[in-house]
């Protein structure tokens, strides 16, 4: 049984998960969220969402009232797959009194990761992360975007199958940002599956593969970007005609519609845009170019706000 | 591994508070004060330098033996260790559970392969092991200079570091508690330092009504608060053990040195009874007054480990 749902090709595969806090705030109310192997994951929500509960639920900081599911094929808090498990919280507090190789040694011990193999480890990543000069510094007396870097250290230290980060990339300045991305997609390329919850939806659409909108307790859509695009592509047909009316009609029985001197298509049916070019052309209108446009994620996130009457 | 980690860190936690290292130097102080004073075979030295000839305190006599052990035992074990000690101890380890649960902290080691009953223990034992050192270092120094400037190897001086160790766990078992209720240090610290007098008055009151002559010694206010005696960490027997462990005659010579020979008969006659209930108090046993009194921290223990394994972070 247990050998059947570690082969799945899901590392998260959470179903129906409730949580309530003080029997009155419900801040889940059933979500399901599956997230592939190898994959990059973003969970979006506005405020009160439920994200930071879904994570903690998921890190076993908060106990879900009700769940049914796996993380990396074995039950929720399963110490073997904690281990090879990484997390980055948001507005994490690292003890000041230790320095940053301290502070990595620690938390590899708590990992089980052997003194040297984690030695090894923090070494590379505060290369990479470019924290090797504040290794022997006191975490007190870091910035925020350097305790940003040391909690992704930490969070990698024990080169994790799973890495849950909340905000990763809060208070890095934009080579940092860039860093990050690059990191994660390093990482996604070697295979390791990535869980990312940010509010920053520019950052998450270069990096995610697929993500889920939770608002309200309940995920509202979830699905690759292109899915969840798909119907909110468009295209702009630009004329040089000062006035369309003449056409209106016609372009109107081709399901588009015309704003000023463009006609406007909705949806992915090329046929359809080929289908105006030649009732335009026929027209003797002259066509000055042909451009689809894909909406944003933060598009997307801002529609399915407002159809659920959040926004 | 994850065990060691754990009590590392409350170690560097509490060794990183300045109170430590002002206990430390106070230890020094103190050590330092008592090298002042020096005993040989013909008399007493004071500050290395100034010698008096005196019989009665030359190395070996009962008035310098006596000395050597009231100031290890009275003074340094019971007062010191045992009150600005503890006090000093709570402080220093007040923070650590509220700091281990403050957000942002807990999520990133709860993340980690660790139950939370480790992480409990854990945490627990590496306050005990702070307070174990603290107390070793002061007990070996004073320990050192009693050997060096008073003649006096008293090996069994050291069982003052467990006692005061187990003191404190009576005391931080309660801090612990309300920790994992509260959020921030101060309350714990205020509601533990409650709970310390708490223990001290039910043992007082306890000890009051066993010498009030007043008092029926059958009566149900006796047994009252002989049971409640039995309910509470027994604090106040820590220095009555430690003096029978360290010296067994200078507890009762406590008692047998105090004179009321001033008095009238009749208040004479009262204070005899006084001594001889409070020498009945003080004649308890030591394992039944350990054993019941670690059973009570570990309920409390428990039912505080019952609400960390259980709540939300």
């Not at chain 1, 980060?165 to 940002?177: H, I, V």
């Not at chain 2, 590392?8 to 508070?17: A, F």
């Not at chain 2, 070996?140 to 187990?166: C, D, E, H, N, S």
């Not at chain 2, 610290?189 to 043992?203: A, D, E, N």
Request: with cysteine; proline share 3%.
């Amino acid at each position: 049984m247990v050998q059947v749902t570690e082969l799945t090709n899901l590392a998260v595969d959470l179903v129906d998960v409730h949580k309530t806090y003080k029997k009155k705030v419900h801040a889940l109310r059933g979500v399901n969220v599956q997230v592939r192997r190898g994959e990059i994951f973003g969970l979006l929500g506005p405020n009160g969402a439920g994200k930071s509960t879904l994570v903690k639920i998921m890190m076993t900081v908060v106990r879900p009232d009700k769940l049914i599911g796996t993380i990396l094929g074995r039950p929720l808090g399963n110490r073997k797959k904690l281990a090879v498990t990484g997390y980055l919280p948001e507005n994490h507090r690292f003890p000041a009194y230790l320095t940053g190789a301290q502070l990595l040694d620690h938390y590899g011990a708590l990992a089980k990761v052997p003194k040297a193999v984690r030695r090894k480890r923090a070494a590379e990543l505060l290369e990479r992360l470019a924290m090797s000069r504040w290794a022997k510094t006191r975490v007190g007396e870091y910035s925020k975007g350097m305790m940003q870097r040391l909690g992704l250290a930490q969070a990698l230290l024990n080169d994790p199958e799973l890495l849950v980060l909340d905000e990763p990339t809060d208070g890095l300045d934009p080579a940092g940002r860039l860093a990050v991305r690059e990191l994660l997609q390093e990482l996604r390329a070697r295979g390791k599956t990535i869980f990312l919850n940010s509010h920053l939806l520019s950052e998450l659409e270069m990096v995610c593969d697929r993500v889920s909108i939770l608002i309200g307790g309940l995920v509202a859509r979830q699905g690759t970007l292109a899915e969840l695009t798909e119907h909110t592509v468009e295209y702009r047909i630009a004329t040089a005609a000062v006035d369309l009316s003449a056409v209106r009609e016609a372009v109107e029985r081709c399901g588009a519609k015309v704003d000023g001197s463009e006609v406007i298509l909705t949806g992915h049916d090329t046929a359809k845009v080929n289908e105006l070019i030649d009732l335009l052309r026929g027209r003797e209108i002259v066509i000055e170019s042909v451009t689809p446009h894909r909406f944003s994620l933060e598009e997307v996130f801002m529609e399915t706000l407002g159809t659920s009457g959040q926004s | 591994m994850q065990m060691w980690a754990l009590i590392v860190d409350s170690l560097r936690h509490t060794l990183d508070r300045k109170i430590f290292w002002v206990m430390l130097a106070i230890s020094v102080v103190i050590a330092a004060a008592m090298a002042c004073i020096g005993f040989d075979e013909t008399g007493v030295t004071v500050f290395f330098k100034w010698h008096f000839d005196d019989p009665a305190f030359q190395v070996g006599t009962a008035a310098q033996r006596s000395f050597a052990t009231e100031i290890l035992v009275y003074w340094l074990t019971d007062k010191y260790l045992g009150f600005v000690g503890v006090l000093v101890a709570l402080v220093s380890t007040a923070s650590i559970f509220p700091s281990v649960m403050e957000s942002g902290t807990v999520d990133v080691v709860l993340a980690k392969p660790l139950s939370r009953t480790k992480l409990f223990v854990g945490k627990y034992f590496g306050c005990m092991t702070f307070v174990l050192l603290q107390s070793a270092v002061f007990v070996g120094l004073t320990f050192l200079v009693a050997g060096w400037r008073w003649k006096q190897w008293l090996w069994a001086y050291f069982w003052a570091v467990p006692l005061f160790v187990i003191l404190f766990s009576y005391i931080y078992a309660c801090c612990v508690f309300f920790a994992v209720w509260m959020r921030g240090s101060l309350g714990p610290l205020l509601l533990s330092l409650g709970c310390w007098v708490l223990f001290f008055g039910v043992q007082s009151t306890n000890s009051v009504v066993h010498v009030l002559p007043m008092v029926p010694q059958d009566s149900a206010l006796v047994k009252v608060t002989s049971a409640a005696r039995w309910a509470v960490p027994r604090t106040q027997d820590i220095p009555h053990i430690a003096a029978r462990l360290i010296d067994p005659e200078i507890a009762d010579k406590m008692l047998d040195r105090v004179s009321f020979d001033n008095m009238p008969a009749k208040d004479q006659e009262d204070m005899g009874r006084v001594m001889e209930g409070t020498k009945t108090v003080m004649s308890f046993d030591m394992a039944a007054s350990l054993a019941s009194s670690l059973g009570i921290e570990a309920i409390i223990l428990i039912l505080a480990l019952g609400r960390f394994v259980r709540r939300d972070f």
